[in-house]
């Protein structure tokens, strides 16, 4: 991997995953993709390439890939879980369509091409503790009816046209750089927010809702190694189970009061998201993961919690 695009770069993972490509591959073009409305700023417009690529639009990719000689596409693009509820279409439109555009420049002009799944790929039907990497898999959800279809598809193109799709199936990704926007696991991410900010929470997510989560430095490092890592070991490719930690929101919340002990939390959960959050399992098996390509998060909840917190009260002071 040396020349690389980001399709979907200033998003949650995005906005971070492009600067560890060019922090890892400093030689190579590092292409932040965009959307109008979405442009780079700071940091990320000024470290590397950057071109408007709308992933509706086969032709952007292709430009981009020709351009850029780029052997490796991130595609980020996608609407989170209780947004492509309410946008169902729309959600398909950039989840498969997009997807079916990203494979088809792959295929021509020969890329690889890394396409996140999610925990919303499961359904109620699948096993919820120690969720297998090969089990049953019919989500209820909009979001997770594209992951499964994308995982299918990444197949598909791998094993009828050779090229080289990889995926991991990403928990709720906790981060204090770039906020998420309109998943179900969001709140993990907002209590941060709050308990920093000295505000009171009002949690979303009903308490015994267990969900896999990871610190965003551990799934860069996934999005990374999965596509190192030797094509020869891969029984596997759309779409890995990672996992590091599992909690529900008294658990995260008792672990914030620890540091901040004058936080406090109540519930008003929501509906649409609370029904997505039963219909998903409470913490996947990564065992496959771990044999085929030596995947092994370096966050537990402690850790990320110390480092969250630290780092959002630096954000803060500025
Ligand atoms: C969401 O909540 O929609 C995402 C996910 C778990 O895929 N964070």
């Known amino acids: 991997m040396k020349n690389v695009l980001v399709i979907g770069s200033t998003g949650q993972i995005g906005s971070e995953l492009t600067m560890k490509l060019r922090h890892t591959y400093p030689s190579g073009n590092i292409v932040a993709g965009y959307i109008k409305g979405a442009e780079p700023k700071g940091e990320l417009l000024e470290s590397g390439p950057s071109m408007e690529v709308d992933i509706t639009n086969a032709q952007q990719i292709a430009d981009a890939v020709k351009k850029y000689d780029i052997d490796t596409i991130y595609n980020l693009a996608a609407l989170l879980s209780a947004v492509a509820e309410n946008k169902p279409l729309l959600a398909w439109k950039i989840g498969i369509g997009g997807l079916m555009n990203t494979l088809e420049v792959a295929r021509e002009l020969k890329c690889a091409v890394f396409t996140p799944s999610s925990i919303g790929s499961f359904g109620p039907n699948a096993p919820k503790d120690g969720t297998p990497q090969d089990t049953i898999q019919q989500p209820r959800t909009m979001y997770g009816v594209t992951k499964v279809s994308g995982e299918l598809l990444s197949n598909y193109y791998a094993l009828k046209f050779g090229v080289d799709t990889r995926s991991v199936r990403f928990p709720g990704l906790i981060s204090y750089v770039t906020p998420p926007g309109g998943g179900t696991t969001d709140y993990a991410v907002d209590i941060y927010y709050a308990a920093v900010r000295g505000e009171r929470f009002k949690c979303p ?31 596997h490719r759309n779409s890995f189970n990672i996992a590091s930690m599992s909690f529900d929101p008294e658990i995260i919340y008792q672990k914030i009061k620890q540091y901040v002990p004058e936080f406090e939390m109540d519930y008003e959960v929501d509906p649409l998201r609370q029904a997505i959050a039963d219909s998903w399992p409470n913490r996947l098996d990564d065992t496959c993961a771990r044999l085929e390509w030596g995947w092994k998060p370096e966050y537990d909840l402690d850790a990320m919690t110390r480092d969250m917190l630290e780092k959002l009260r630096i954000k803060f002071a500025k």
Request: charged share 30%.
């Open 205 to 235: 997510i009903a308490k015994d809702t267990f969900m896999d989560m990871m610190y965003m430095p551990d799934a860069l490092r996934a999005a990374i190694e999965i596509m190192e890592a030797d094509p020869e070991k891969l029984v």
